[in-house]
Nanobody
Framework: QLQLVESGGGLVQAGGSLRLSCAAS????????MGWYRQAPGKQRELVAA???????NYADSVKGRFTISRANAKNTVYLQMNSLKPEDTGVYYCNADILSTGRGRSYWGQGTQVTVSS
């Protein structure tokens, strides 16, 4: 059973930092693009950051200069370092990955991890 498991969420004061991790496990041939999305209460899920297998990155304007996405291909893992956190960063953060498994490739989602930033 292929799955993505996230960790690292929690409660932090404004200006603080958190590091999220997401590890893919199962019958994986290769992990291609990976990314982090977030969903705040009453809002649609939005892209926070994405990274290709080769390391090219893309960020939402609201997090540029504060968040850094990285990955470890050998571990099928993606990370999100979040610095200078703001209350508006609060939400459930979801990991997403395009994975080629035995016989097929598709997009997978993690279960989500809560990030709460207090003012």
């Amino acid at each position: 059973q292929l799955q993505l498991v996230e960790s690292g969420g929690g409660l932090v004061q404004a200006g603080g930092s958190l590091r999220l991790s997401c590890a893919a496990s199962g019958s994986i041939v290769s992990t291609n693009a990976m990314g982090w999305y977030r969903q705040a209460p009453g809002k649609q899920r939005e892209l926070v950051a994405a990274i290709t297998r080769g390391g090219s990155t893309n960020y939402a304007d609201s997090v540029k200069g504060r968040f850094t996405i990285s990955r470890a291909n050998a571990k099928n893992t993606v990370y999100l370092q979040m610095n200078s956190l703001k209350p508006e960063d609060t939400g459930v953060y979801y990991c997403n990955a395009d994975i080629l498994s035995t016989g097929r490739g598709r997009s997978y989602w993690g279960q989500g991890t809560q990030v709460t930033v207090s003012s």
